[in-house]
């Protein structure tokens, strides 16, 4: 969930990471900050044992949309660990939350209100920065919350079934 203005949009975000056939790996980013993704990588690579370093990477938010908010750090992340580990995340299962350098997933504006929406559409597990707690009011019917702190918990998170 990415929030334009006060509107909530839930986006898809895809990530495809290959072995690097010829040279210099490429870096492809389409909806997403170039730079945030090369951070997210290095991170991964650090904090998750993903070794990335050899592999081509090309990220991309469905339908053109831009989400230049930090809170799609962690599905960028999630989605890029699972194309590199081939687990896929159930469709079911929506993230949010800004991913810092040492690995930690750090809360984010209007969570509530991010759940909410995903919910009403139909989503039925979050994977969600556990500072947010504090500012959830309500349990959201329908929607199993999966509170996170570091990224490894997160990529377990959404993997698992349910």
Do not use: Y
Not at 25 to 35: H, M, Q, S, T, Y
Not at 72 to 79: P, Q
């Amino acid at each position: 969930p990415a929030l334009e203005g006060t509107r909530v949009l839930l986006v898809e975000v895809q990530a495809l990471v290959a072995r690097a056939t010829f040279g210099t790996p490429e870096r492809k980013v389409a909806g997403l900050d170039r730079n945030r993704v090369a951070m997210l990588l290095a991170v991964l690579e650090k904090r998750a044992d993903l070794l990335l370093a050899d592999h081509d990477v090309f990220v991309n938010v469905v339908g053109g949309v831009r989400v230049p908010e930090p809170a799609a750090d962690l599905a960028a992340a999630i989605a890029i660990a699972s194309s590199f580990t081939d687990r896929a995340v159930p469709p079911d299962v929506v993230a949010f939350g800004e991913v810092g350098l040492s690995g930690e997933v750090r809360a984010v504006s209007q969570a509530e209100t991010r759940l909410r929406e995903a919910a009403r559409l139909g989503w039925r597990r979050a994977v969600v920065p556990r500072e947010n707690a504090r500012s959830l009011q309500s349990r959201t019917p329908g929607l199993e919350v999966v509170l996170v702190s570091r990224l490894d918990e997160a990529l377990e998170a959404a993997t698992q079934k349910q």
